[in-house]
């Protein structure tokens, strides 16, 4: 059964840093570009970060860059967000993505966890 499992969200101050996680089941994430999206009620889902599986090239959105990091554990399947001098607007539900396309379209999503920055 493919699953993707987020976890690290919470409640931090204004310039503080957090630490997300996120393990996959059922799939090699090493098989698939990893991207963490996130979303604030009443607007689109944005992408935060992405690290494709091959030659695993990274992308920031703008508003992320030089404070955030994405990146893999192999052997752990698992995917981090690293994000620090956390901002106000960086309040969202954060979700972990695996996709690939191959013969078909494959798109897997986690749950999301709730990151919220206090000023």
């Known amino acids: 059964q493919v699953q993707l499992v987020e976890s690290g969200g919470g409640l931090v101050q204004s310039g503080g840093s957090l630490k997300l996680s996120c393990v996959a089941s059922g799939f090699t994430f090493s098989d698939y570009d990893a991207n963490w999206y996130r979303q604030v009620p009443g607007k689109e889902r944005e992408l935060v970060a992405s690290?494709?599986?091959?030659?695993?090239?990274?992308v920031y959105a703008d508003s992320v860059k030089g404070r955030f990091a994405i990146s893999r554990d192999d052997l752990k399947n698992t995917i981090y967000l690293q994000m620090n001098k956390l901002k106000p607007e960086d309040t969202a539900v954060y979700f972990c993505n695996a996709w690939r396309f191959k013969t078909h379209r494959e798109d897997y999503w986690g749950q999301g966890t709730q990151v919220t920055v206090s000023s």
């Open positions: 690290d494709e599986s091959f030659g695993r090239n990274t």
